[in-house]
């Protein structure tokens, strides 16, 4: 009879085994596709950025910027 139980323990430990596995394989597929969506992401905001930069006046991104001089004309 211990034969038995020992061959029924090892089939559950098995199967549990199995069945992590497949929660392993499901979490990183899922961590997979948050990389790719997030890279997606930061290229197309890369993108943006040059896109800003290249129509930024020249005078703007050279030099400290002066809070005074970008107050509204009522002060």
């Known amino acids: 009879m211990s034969d038995a ?3 029924t323990s090892i089939l559950q430990r ?3 085994l199995e069945i992590k ?6 979490l990183l597929d899922q961590l997979n596709m ?7 992401l930061i290229d ?3 993108h943006e950025v040059i896109q800003l930069r ?3 006046p020249e005078g703007g991104s050279n030099g400290p910027r002066n809070l005074r001089d970008e107050l509204p004309p009522h002060y």
């Not at 596995?21 to 499901?26: C, L, V, Y």
């Not at 948050?34 to 997606?40: D, E, L, P, V």
């Open 14 to 16: 098995l199967e549990s």
């Open 21 to 26: 596995a497949s929660f392993t394989e499901d």
């Open 44 to 46: 197309r905001l890369t």
């Open 34 to 40: 948050t990389i790719y969506q997030q890279q997606q």
């Open 5 to 7: 139980n020992d061959l």
């Open 54 to 56: 290249q129509q930024a």
